[in-house]
């Protein structure tokens, strides 16, 4: 990633993932640059990492800025009337050449970008690269982007895709060879593999109390919200093939009460007695800096596999399908390099039992 000496840097993270992937291009910036963070649209159960990134000693950001939480109804417009004063104040301050984000929807980034000389950077937040966000001609392309006009300002630009726009200039990407075409008409460079900075490891440890016993974890269940717990079958099976001396298991962050968590969960899915509890509430992308090298990573379809993959590419990882896992899964899962299981009930051709 090339760079002018001394340019100032800014990412505006909305999730924990955001947060990692801004460290992770932050910490590859030249040591004479500056990066600062904003955070918006955030959300009560995001506190606590909040308060962990305030306690970041190694941060390879200079600050930390919290502008905005998420907001419904007749409050959304004032309170991001609100935040656009915010931003005035710290672009006049920043004065950044680079502006980041991993949606350019984002009324922030929009609004930052229409009011700086900044170049945009569509960092890489997901499937959307890959897949693209399904979109509606009428109700998207002319009313939603009429309606932002009037109620924020004529700055306004509806993306025809997620990273699209034309205040990108170029993207950040886990697999630029694999984006959507949109988005490879523009510059695209690989994301980082930085995550055995010891940054990173500090982050989590100021997160998770028991941190450490994530370093020994010889394999991770990722186990699905309850409305998918019916395909859980292949992944627990395949799990306690693989387990080895030191197995761990996650729940879905919103897993209802009825599939139960703590010690009760071992005996309602059939899990080992040394099977470690790792937090339910932590996000995923937050304990993959502590897990070791030789961890094998299993669960069900989902992004958090996909997150697994891409921040820690060397992690063994596998995903069970079955026959109404959709084509473009398969494909996208494939691409990252997560092995796929198939159910014995519903065989996906091409793909391993």
């Excluded at 009429?146 to 034309?166: C, T, V």
């Excluded at 950040?172 to 490879?184: M, Q, S």
């Excluded at 761990?248 to 071992?266: C, M, N, S, V």
Aim: hydrophobic share 40%.
């Amino acid at each position: 990633m090339t760079s002018v000496a001394g340019e100032k840097h800014v990412f505006f993270a909305s999730t924990p993932f955001n947060v990692l992937t801004s460290a992770m291009v932050a910490l590859s910036l030249p040591t004479e640059d500056q990066a600062h963070l904003i955070l918006i649209d955030q959300i009560p159960e995001t506190a606590p990492f909040r308060e962990a990134l305030a306690q970041w000693k190694t941060s390879p950001f200079v600050e930390i800025h919290s502008i905005s939480d998420k907001s419904s109804g007749i409050s959304k417009r004032r309170a991001r009337l609100n935040s656009f004063k915010d931003l005035d104040v710290l672009l006049k301050k920043i004065q950044p050449q680079w502006l980041y984000t991993g949606n350019d929807r984002r009324i922030e980034f929009q609004y930052s970008m229409a009011h700086c000389n900044g170049k945009g950077v569509y960092l890489d937040d997901g499937t959307y690269t890959y897949l693209g966000r399904p979109t509606h001609w009428f109700a998207d392309h002319i009313v939603d982007n009429l309606m932002k006009k009037l109620a924020y300002g004529f700055w306004w630009r509806q993306p025809p895709a997620i990273g699209a726009s034309s205040w990108i200039t170029k993207s950040i990407l886990a697999y630029p060879e694999n984006a959507l075409e949109i988005l490879k008409q523009r510059p695209c460079e690989s994301l980082p593999r930085n995550m055995d900075n010891p940054a990173f490891q500090e982050l989590s440890q100021l997160c998770i109390t028991d941190a450490r016993e994530l370093s020994n974890l010889t394999s991770l269940l990722l186990l699905p919200h309850s409305s998918a717990a019916a395909n859980i079958k292949t992944a627990l099976a395949h799990w306690q093939g693989v387990k080895g001396s030191q197995p761990g298991y996650k729940h879905h962050p919103r897993t209802e009460k009825i599939l139960k968590t703590g010690p009760q969960a071992l005996d309602f899915w059939s899990l080992p007695n040394n099977a470690f509890a790792v937090p339910a509430s932590m996000p995923l992308e937050i304990i993959l800096p502590m897990l070791p090298a030789n961890c094998v990573v299993i669960g069900d379809v989902s992004t958090a596999l996909l997150t697994a993959k891409w921040l820690r590419p060397e992690l063994s990882v596998s995903a069970c399908v079955n026959a109404s896992t959709s084509q473009e899964w398969i494909n996208l899962l494939d691409i990252a390099g997560v092995k796929l299981i198939s159910s014995d009930q519903n065989p996906v051709i091409g793909v391993t039992k």
